[in-house]
């Protein structure tokens, strides 16, 4: 699946069971977790575990486009 987040947004703070992994294809943005925060920008790969909590926001002034792929049993 192919996200966008436009500047100033982010996704909801979550968790869920099964984990998944994102791609950073452009735009720039900071990953919130329980840990605090790291920024991401293009190239960045993330694996996120099976319930850790998380959100992505666009710390940017342009479009935060991400692949993330989640296993078939996590739908």
Known sequence: RVFEISPGGYSPLHRH????????????GELVGEEGSRAVSPGTAIFIPGEELHQLRNAGDELLRFICTIPSSGT
Request: glycine share 8%; net charge negative; hydrophobic share 35%.
């Open 17 to 28: 069971p099964w984990e998944h992994e994102i791609y950073i294809l452009s735009g720039r």
